[in-house]
């Protein structure tokens, strides 16, 4: 069966085709302009692929909610022309063909719960840590979306006390994306993140917000496993210290099987980078076998 699949990003738009177990046969990358532009490109690309559906997973915010006049639209994303654009829309008519849709992080989460790193567990967190923070929480066996879908790369964070920078998201500023993304980093410290690898103090503070936000996931959702991607977790060094702050900051509390092995339950992707489009088949394949993740 040949399955299409599509990342979309806000630099890039990752164009797959695989099957049903996952392989991935070939792949372009096109860079993300206008729909107008963008999207006739993505349309010729899948259009003589004769795949059987199409799985979408798409930066957002998105509407996910199936009861919704919007529902399959890009919605309010800072990226002006890919305001209110109906993504799911476009490519159903273009192509015929069932599509899948859901956040790029949701993709990833759901694309190692199916053949990567959690796969067989009924809860687990994926988290992306890179120009933003986005997170993908599967709870029960199910991508959970709730009003819209999670957006806890914004969970606020309490500020180290020696921190004196101000925070970057023009919402919250000291949210998790506003105190620990690539461009905080930057801003902070004025250097980008890979040029401050010999920065120690850079890297725990990076660990004191990163473990902070864990330790809320742990207590609120009881993951059965943390996965954290993304480019600032290219850093060698910082999962071991993301470790060693959720063991401080949760002081004993939980007491697990989970808890005592901390380099089991705290890990990184498993997928080679291959995890944001082999979510997006998963989502073509549910969407195909009518799974309604509601
Ligand atoms: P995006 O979030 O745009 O999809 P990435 O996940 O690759 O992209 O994240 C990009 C961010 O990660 C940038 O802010 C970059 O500075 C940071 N980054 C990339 N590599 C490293 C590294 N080795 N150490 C620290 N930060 C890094
Ligand atoms: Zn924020």
């Not at 022309?81 to 273009?94: H, L, S, T």
């Not at 986005?134 to 029960?140: E, K, P, Q, T, V």
Request: glycine residues 12%; hydrophobic residues 40%; charged residues 25%.
């Amino acid at each position: 069966m040949k399955i299409g699949a599509l990342e979309a990003g806000g630099t890039k738009m990752v164009c797959a085709i695989g099957d049903e177990n996952g392989n991935i046969f070939e792949r372009i990358s096109i860079p993300t302009e206008t729909p107008e532009v963008t999207v006739p490109r993505l349309i010729e690309y899948f259009s003589d692929k004769k795949i059987e559906a199409l799985g979408i997973g798409c930066f957002g915010p998105i509407d996910l909610n199936r009861n919704s006049e919007t529902y399959g639209y890009i919605t309010t994303t800072p990226k002006i022309p890919w305001r209110n654009f109906d993504m799911v829309g476009a490519f159903q008519k273009a192509l015929h063909v069932p599509v899948g849709f859901d956040t790029d992080v949701n993709g990833s989460a759901l694309g190692e719960a199916t053949w990567g790193i959690t796969k067989g567990l009924e809860n687990s967190v994926y988290i992306t840590i890179g120009t933003g923070v986005g997170m993908g929480i599967i709870s029960n066996g199910k991508v959970l979306h709730g009003m819209m879908h999670p957006e806890a790369g914004h969970i606020i964070l309490k500020k180290h006390p020696l921190d004196q920078y101000e925070g970057k998201c023009p919402y919250h500023k000291t949210c998790l994306e506003g105190l620990a993304a690539g461009p905080a980093i930057e801003a902070r410290w004025g250097k980008k993140g890979i040029e401050l690898a010999d920065r120690k103090e850079v890297w725990e503070l990076e660990a004191y917000y990163i473990g902070q936000a864990l330790v809320d996931l742990i207590l609120v959702l009881s993951p059965q496993k943390i996965v954290l991607g993304g480019g600032v977790m290219h850093q060698e060094q910082l999962l071991g210290l993301v470790k060693e702050e959720v063991k401080k900051q949760l002081n004993g509390y939980i007491k697990t099987k989970e808890m005592e092995d901390l380099d089991e339950y705290i890990v990184l992707p498993s997928l080679n980078d291959n995890q944001g489009i082999m979510g997006a088949i998963r989502l073509a394949l549910d969407e195909k076998e009518g799974i309604k993740r509601v």
